[in-house]
């Protein structure tokens, strides 16, 4: 079955530097992949969204990779802020199909 | 102007009643869904509609119906209901099937004792 996973572990870096976060997948050939930012007792809220023909894409601070070779996309949040510190989900879909979560990676950023 | 609503916003049952959490979007989106985040934070889908016809049904226990009285609403109904049905359960809306972007309602938190 599918499978996609992301940093178990939160991730906690200093202010100013660049935040990159990691979400692999298995057993899936997605056409297309999305980052979202959940913060505590919050919904999800929709940052980017690639398609398997990109191979990069940016919007102001935050930058996505997708690799369907390695199966593995990267989400890098440059000049990080402390207001940056949330949980970070990736989410899989091939086209009309359902989108698939990953676990979610906590990033804590300080000052 | 909330995009996508949910109500209520805690619930708090005992084991066995029967309750019900309520989904209203106001962005005009054909797809609405239902998902289930444990403790863990493992976000799942249990439903998705499209105009009002079911179109994506997880193995979800049967005690779970939804309801699309129109586009704009799509209800959970939860019968019977078990302590693992605790958890946050999140409606969301995109423009149509499939069509990327899916905006979140703020979730319910259900709590069965």
């Known amino acids: 079955s599918q499978k996609i996973e992301q940093n178990s572990e939160a991730l906690n870096i200093q202010e100013g530097k660049t935040a990159t976060l990691t979400c692999n997948y298995t057993n899936y050939s997605p056409a297309y992949l999305q980052w979202y930012r959940q913060d505590p007792g919050r919904g999800p809220v929709f940052l980017l969204l690639i398609r398997e023909n990109e191979k990069e894409k940016r919007k102001e601070r935050l930058k996505v990779t997708f690799d369907t070779t390695l199966k593995q996309s990267l989400f890098h949040i440059t000049a990080s802020q402390p207001a940056d510190s949330a949980t970070y989900l990736c989410?899989?879909?091939?086209?009309?199909?359902?989108?698939?979560f990953g676990t979610g990676t906590r990033l804590q950023v300080f000052p | 102007d909330t995009a996508v609503s949910q109500t209520p916003k805690y619930l708090v049952t005992q084991m066995g009643n029967d309750k019900s959490i309520k989904c209203e979007q106001n962005?005009?989106?054909?797809?609405m869904y239902w998902y289930k985040q444990d403790s863990k934070k493992f976000l799942k889908i249990m439903f998705s509609y499209n105009n009002k016809e079911l179109i994506i049904n997880e193995t979800v226990p049967n005690r779970f119906s939804p309801k699309s009285p129109d586009k704009a609403h799509l209800n959970l109904h939860i019968n019977s209901l078990e302590l693992g049905d605790s958890a946050v359960y999140f409606c969301a809306s995109s423009k149509s099937q499939g069509e990327g972007e899916q905006f979140f309602g703020p979730g319910t938190r259900l709590t069965v004792l």
């Open positions: 989410a899989l879909a091939r086209n009309t199909d359902k989108l698939i």
């Open positions: 962005l005009g989106h054909d797809t």
